[in-house]
């Protein structure tokens, strides 16, 4: 007797269960709900969140450090202490409103100290941008030996302060106890290095910045394609004419940022005159005009005088910061459409 065979069904034959198979899951249960996406306003306001958490401490300290003390120079330049009386009486604050910024415009030993600068700067930024360039492509070509050891070298003179740099070239500029000058003595010539400070200055500063801005340049220098410059070999172009004609073009980014950087620091020439100013006649005590806010404020206590003073060569180097960064960017965008 043979058994009854079970009756076929119509649906599909459906997945065998076994291991690996899940069980399922009572209505309603975690495992059968849809996974759902993050919201996308969640992740844009993540991604925009994640910029402003990582410039805070930056935005901190540049308030604290920076737009703190400008408002608080502005509003010092406004107000004037005058003494009550006969003069033994305490002080008062008066608004002045733009008097403070009327009287430094119009004293001629704050003119003369932005005259001082101008001329340091006509001397010392070409011989700072030129001197650094030459040693950057010295360093950078082919036949430079023992490049870390002169870079080391030429940088060091960086890492002593400015202070000391100071002392330490006025020593030698300083008749009678300079070896440099006594051995000039020998030779016939007799030097005077103080009796012109100018040059003086514009020495200490190239010794202490040279080694600086000759790494900026020749980190850029690294940074060109070295297919590039094999092309200019292949073409027939010289060490010279691959360095005016290829290299200079291509980091002039980095020299127009080397030029802004000079100029501002050159506006804020305080230390090295400062320290030749008790050995150098020429050097009054208003050389410079952070040198005039000094004495303003710590010789004269004016000190809404030495805030105007301040406030008016910050928006100088303003001025000054956005002429060359404007030009360098126009330079850029003539270069890419004569490219283009």
């Known amino acids: 007797m043979t058994r009854p065979l079970a009756p076929r069904t119509e649906a599909g034959p459906g997945p065998r269960a076994g291991a690996g198979t899940p069980a399922p899951g009572p209505a309603g249960s975690r495992a059968d709900r ?9 992740r844009t306001a993540g991604r925009r969140g994640a910029p402003a958490l990582l410039l805070a401490p930056f935005m901190l300290l540049f308030t604290a450090c920076t737009l703190i003390p400008i408002g608080y120079a502005v509003h010092l330049s406004l107000y004037t202490e005058r003494r009550s009386g006969l003069g033994f009486g305490g002080t008062v604050s008066v608004f002045t ?141 010289g060490a010279l004419r691959t360095a005016f004609s290829v290299k200079i073009p291509l980091i002039r980014a980095s020299l127009t940022m080397v030029g802004l950087f000079t100029v501002i620091g050159s506006l804020q020439l305080f230390t090295e005159p400062m320290i030749l100013h008790g050995a150098a006649p020429a050097v009054t005590s208003t050389w410079t005009p952070n040198m005039y806010a000094y004495s303003a404020a710590f010789d004269r206590n004016d000190y809404g005088l030495a805030a105007a003073a301040s406030v008016l060569l910050a928006l100088t180097a303003a001025a000054l910061s956005y002429a060359i960064t404007r030009g360098g960017r126009a330079g850029s965008s003539r270069r890419a459409k004569a490219g283009a």
């Open 34 to 42: 849809p996974r759902t996406a993050r919201p996308r306003a969640a």
């Open 97 to 237: 409103g733009l008097g403070n910024y009327t009287r430094a415009l119009g004293d001629p030993a704050f003119r003369e100290g932005f005259l001082a600068v101008a001329g340091y700067c006509l001397l010392y930024i070409p011989l700072m941008l030129g001197l650094s360039l030459l040693l950057a492509l010295l360093l950078d070509s082919a036949l430079a030996r023992a490049r870390r050891f002169f870079q080391l070298a030429l940088f060091l003179p960086h890492a002593v302060p400015g202070i000391i740099a100071a002392l330490i070239w006025m020593y030698l500029y300083t008749p009678g106890i300079s070896p440099v000058v006594g051995a000039l003595d020998t030779l016939g010539a007799q030097p005077d290095l103080l009796g012109n400070p100018l040059p003086a200055v514009v020495n200490i500063a190239l010794w202490e910045w040279a080694g600086y801005n000759m790494v900026i340049f020749y980190a850029a220098l690294q940074a060109i394609p070295r297919e590039v410059l094999e092309a200019a070999r292949v073409d027939g172009a």
